[in-house]
């Protein structure tokens, strides 16, 4: 992909198009707008839905995944290396911290892959700037001011009778939803922030009929192309509601849902996936990954929500009979470093594994594990592309053939049936 003109790369510009997606948040209005078509070739799929699980501040992969018998990790981590009773044993090198015990039925029914030492080349320890990478799934000397899946779904649009291309919940950040700048005259992407999807539906029929504006406001041009999108979206999913309206066993199956934040957004989800509506990639946030200090507790409780959250999820896709639909990914900006530091804690790091779940993926451990003797300047060297784990998604999850010139080089894992 070529560099973007100095203009393009304005990180003051940058920084207003995240803000804004913040902003109208509370509003519950969509964001986006659809770019300039890319001419590609494609079989498309659009029956399988993407859910990408942002793990915020940068998630510690040695203390998630651990080479519980490589005597450099108990040298590198003389107080956070987690003894073998916090231990769930996968293989005769790696287990996972017993916090994630919930998922390990997955792992158990082939439904869990661990895709190992994911990163990218001259990795960048700034939360934003790292994000930004991965959001965009660019280089990190490339500035991309739109992400990966709104450039992918700008080129190859799914059917118009979804209910919504993307929905975002928790963090009202779009991340690789992100929109590019919108162009007067062209319609909303149909992208939306959701705190709850009764109350998206509620405020979304309350907005009053669109208006045209002057095209010499573009400003309000893209307001008024986002209230469209947002009462647009809100009356397919307020027909896709009656389906289970006045569902009382529904209700009480949503409340049993883990109440910790994370398991509220995956409630939110499994309401959508219960009314049967179809959209293509729902984006779920999970905070507080960053564990410069105290890591031990805190990342045992915040691996625990995730686990717990992603087990009911998958229970309820289940009895939903959809969980052969569903592929379920997470990421983060970077792991940690190696070693831990004086505030038993760990730093801003580079690889780190991720899990991608779901009926059809294709269980076990795939890539190779960091080398613990290898260290650059205390980081772990990654060994496989952060593209090439985002482009197996985006290929393997809607059978495309083709995706994006960013991602198109890197052939797929084989990740997903």
């Known amino acids: 992909m070529p560099k973007l003109a100095p203009k393009a790369a304005d990180p003051n510009r940058r920084r207003l ?63 956070l290396g987690l003894p073998v009773d916090h231990l769930v044993m996968l293989n005769d090198t790696a287990a996972l911290h017993s916090a994630l015990t919930p998922m390990v039925s997955m792992w158990e029914a082939g439904e869990m892959a661990v895709v190992q030492s994911i990163g990218y080349e001259r990795p960048n320890h700034s939360h934003f700037r790292s994000i930004e990478i991965w959001d965009a799934a660019s280089s990190s000397d490339e500035v991309v001011p739109e992400g990966w899946v709104s450039r992918l779904f700008a080129a190859q649009r799914p059917p118009a009778e979804t209910s919504a291309e993307g929905v975002i919940f928790g963090r009202p950040v779009l991340g690789p939803l992100l929109p590019a700048p919108a162009e007067a005259g062209q319609p909303g992407r149909r992208f939306v922030v959701m705190d709850s999807v009764k109350n998206f539906t509620r405020r979304g029929l309350s907005l009053p009929p669109p208006a045209e504006a002057p095209a ?89 929500e995730l686990a717990s959250g992603l087990a009911a999820l998958r229970t309820f896709a289940k009895e939903q009979g959809v969980w052969d639909r569903l592929v379920i990914a997470t990421y983060s900006e970077f792991g940690r470093r190696a070693g831990e530091n004086k505030s038993a804690g760990t730093d801003h790091g580079t690889a780190a594994p991720h899990f991608v779940l779901g009926g059809k993926v ?33 290929k393997e999850t809607w059978g495309l053939s083709q995706t994006l010139p960013a991602l198109d080089p890197f052939e797929p894992l084989g990740l997903i049936t």
């Not at 529904?250 to 910790?260: M, N, S, V, W």
């Not at 294709?362 to 482009?391: E, F, N």
């Open 17 to 79: 198009l995240r803000g804004l997606s913040a902003a109208i948040a509370p509003m519950i209005l969509p964001c986006g707008f659809l770019i300039p078509k890319i001419s590609l070739a494609a079989e498309r799929r659009w029956d399988r839905m993407l859910i990408l699980i942002e793990l915020q501040g940068g998630n510690d992969g040695l203390n998630t995944l651990i080479p519980y018998r490589d005597d450099a990790y108990r040298a590198l981590r003389p107080t």
């Open 216 to 304: 010499e406001t573009p400003a309000l041009q893209h307001l008024l192309s986002t209230q469209a999108v947002a009462g647009a979206v809100a009356q397919k999913v307020a027909l896709d509601l009656k389906r289970i309206e006045g569902n009382e066993a529904l209700e009480k199956r949503l409340a049993a849902f883990p109440q910790h934040a994370f398991g509220k957004q995956c409630a939110e989800l499994a309401r959508l996936l219960a009314a049967e509506s179809k959209i293509e990639v729902a984006k779920l946030s999970h905070g507080g990954f960053d564990t410069h200090v105290n890591q031990l507790g805190n990342h045992a409780r915040l691996l625990g």
């Open 362 to 394: 294709k269980g076990g451990m795939v890539g190779t594990a960091p080398d613990l003797t290898k260290l650059q300047a205390g980081d772990l060297i990654h060994s496989l592309p952060m593209q090439r784990y985002i482009a197996s998604l985006a």
